[in-house]
């Protein structure tokens, strides 16, 4: 039996869009997550490599520097192509305001065990926060910051821990958000980790620092605002004018992160 050619271009319309679901479906993840396999040995005084265990068995590595007594220690999660050793100017302005800090390197990432995932990451997280915390250190002293991707993973925590503040660097409202405003929209809802901020910050109960350049090329200045308007009080927006997706620490970052958690002490701190 032959085809008409009406069926015949149906049939192969049916095979695209297949394939095309079928991309999205099992490599979406491939261009979500760039990680670096590199395993390279801090060396800047004072910072040492730990390794954390999580929930579900992934041994992750993390770059740690104690804090001076009484500052806070940042919780930091990177980008999607975050490498420890190329963040040497946000380490240094950090170490050299007494404020410690744990960058935790997701499952894959340089020398980190598995494969990442939205929950993937969702348990990293949730691993340094636990590691922090069996250190002696408390909810008020820990700062929970994301930068990119990271700023995702960062919401979903502080949405279920006690924290005394949440950054958000160049934040996204959601990875499907991104992939409507690039014409992948009609796929949106394939996409498997769509990390939807929007949706978690809602419940975050913690003062919110949100910094955005808005000339961003990666991630547009609009979900930064959005992100703001979604969030609690007590809150705060900056906008670094003339600044890109990854200039925000050279543009100032940390002249704007001091004063507020210095507005914004811990329970313990305010008492």
């Given amino acids: 039996m032959r085809l008409k050619p009406i069926a015949v271009g149906g049939l192969v319309v049916i095979?695209?869009?297949?394939?095309?679901?079928?991309?999205?479906?099992?490599?979406?993840?491939?261009?979500?997550?760039?990680?670096?396999?590199?395993?390279?040995?801090?060396?800047?005084?004072?910072?040492?490599?730990?390794?954390i265990s999580t929930a579900d068995g992934e041994v992750l590595v993390a770059w740690f520097h104690a804090p001076r007594p009484g500052q806070p220690v940042i919780l930091f999660f990177d980008g999607n192509g975050g490498r420890p050793?190329?963040?040497?100017?946000?380490?240094?302005?950090?170490?050299?305001?007494?404020?410690?800090?744990?960058?935790?390197?997701?499952?894959?990432?340089?020398?980190?065990?598995?494969?990442?995932?939205?929950?993937?990451?969702?348990?990293?997280?949730?691993?340094g926060y636990d590691w922090l915390i069996a250190q002696g250190i408390t909810p008020d002293?820990?700062?929970?910051?994301?930068?990119?991707?990271?700023?995702?993973?960062?919401?979903?925590?502080?949405?279920?821990?006690?924290?005394?503040?949440?950054?958000?660097?160049?934040?996204?409202?959601?990875?499907?958000?991104?992939?409507?405003?690039?014409?992948?929209g009609v796929f949106a809802g394939l996409i498997q980790d769509s990390f939807r901020s929007?949706?978690?910050?809602?419940?975050?109960?913690?003062?919110?620092?949100?910094?955005?350049?808005?000339?961003?090329?990666?991630?547009?200045?609009?979900?930064?605002?959005?992100?703001?308007?979604?969030?609690r009080e007590p809150k705060q927006f900056v906008r670094f004018s003339g600044s890109d997706h990854s200039t925000l620490v050279r543009d100032g970052l940390y002249d704007q992160v001091w004063p507020f958690l210095d507005a914004h002490p811990g329970l313990s701190e305010a008492d």
């Avoid at 950090?94 to 990451?121: K, N, W």
């Avoid at 929970?144 to 409202?173: D, N, Y």
């Avoid at 979900?223 to 979604?230: C, N």
């Fill in 15 to 51: 095979v695209v869009l297949a394939a095309l679901y079928a991309g999205l479906h099992f490599y979406g993840r491939g261009m979500i997550y760039h990680p670096s396999h590199a395993v390279i040995a801090p060396d800047i005084a004072g910072v040492r490599a730990e390794h």
């Fill in 85 to 127: 050793e190329i963040q040497d100017g946000r380490w240094r302005r950090i170490i050299d305001h007494g404020v410690g800090f744990l960058a935790l390197y997701y499952r894959s990432y340089s020398g980190s065990t598995g494969s990442p995932s939205e929950e993937g990451l969702r348990l990293d997280a949730r691993a």
């Fill in 141 to 184: 002293d820990i700062v929970i910051h994301g930068f990119s991707l990271g700023s995702a993973v960062a919401v979903q925590l502080a949405a279920e821990k006690p924290a005394r503040a949440l950054i958000l660097e160049a934040p996204m409202t959601g990875i499907d958000d991104i992939a409507r405003q690039h014409g992948a």
């Fill in 198 to 231: 929007r949706d978690y910050i809602t419940r975050v109960q913690m003062p919110v620092l949100i910094a955005h350049g808005d000339t961003d090329s990666v991630i547009p200045f609009a979900h930064g605002e959005r992100m703001f308007e979604l969030a």
